[in-house]
């Protein structure tokens, strides 16, 4: 009988997770507790909520739930718990690097503004990493469904704060809304400002979304981007200028971008050079965390272990992890082959 090697020991970066998305569900139950919100049924029924985020409606209602799971973090304590579960379901699953994305605007009002919030969250990622030895970064990700102005606030502020933990700059909700090139002035103060910028495209929108991002933010990597897939040139140009692709297979389907576990076009990139960071996006609202994206590579896509070794390269790669960090999980990933 063939060995079958455990994808949780398998050791990679995880580049795609959302601050609120990462919560366990457990814990929003006992936050909505203490806090006495009630929470739709969705979110309370012991399984991923059905979502269709192709049309808007299904959109909207995505983006309800998730709101009404983040006004259950009101503490800075409830932050603190937040990060550190989500370090360890990380770290369960595998990930030596996570760069965790959010939006502080979000979290502001009920933590004293916006410099307390990022501050708030960047010494709960300081000790999560500390207590559980995962390498962690912030992502800090303007809404495309604000002002362009406010995404430059957000820029500055995320460039003031680089040298404590923040690596990157995103750019988050609706691709079908507004234009990224509205955004590019704040792209542009993130990138002189040393951040990488990491915008969402090619999701619910077609390879035109993942061109601007390229044309008009300068992305370095593209959140999800698996919509490429339908264009070869584009493709040809992700693969020659080793653009990553953070592609979450599971969040993908939940939310109707393909059908089927099959249809997320893994092999389509792979096949085509383009990089990719496999990412669980929203785990407490698609049910399956950073391990599982690698199993629907493994289960659905027929990825051999020597492929999916190679896919966990790539993610580090594309990561903002130290060179020191990367050579010790590169080394780790070979040791998970030959070991
Ligand atoms: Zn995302």
Known sequence: MEHVRDLTLLPKAHL????????????LLELADKYGVRLPDALTAGEPPKLRATDERGWFRFQRLYDAARSCLRE????RRLVREAAEEDVRDGSGWLEIQVDPTSYAPLLGGMIPAVEIILDAVDSASRETGLGMRVVIAANRMKHPLDARTLARLAVRYGDRGIVGFGLSNDERRGMARDFDRAFAIAREGGLLAAPHGGELAGPASVRDCLDDLHASRIGHGVRAAEDPRLLQRLSDRQIT????????????????????????????GVPMALGADDPLLFGSRLAAQYEIARRHHAFTDQELAELARQSVRASAAPEE??????????HWLTG
Request: charged share 20%; glycine share 6%.
């Open 245 to 272: 692709c953070e592609v979450c297979p599971a969040s993908n389907v939940a939310l109707g971008v393909y059908e089927r576990p099959e249809d997320v076009p893994l092999r389509t990139l792979f096949d085509a």
């Open 325 to 334: 960090v990367q050579a010790k999980l590169l080394a780790g990933i070979d």
């Open 16 to 27: 795609h997770l959302h601050f609120t998305g990462s919560m366990r569900p457990s814990t």
């Open 76 to 79: 800075p304590d409830d932050i």
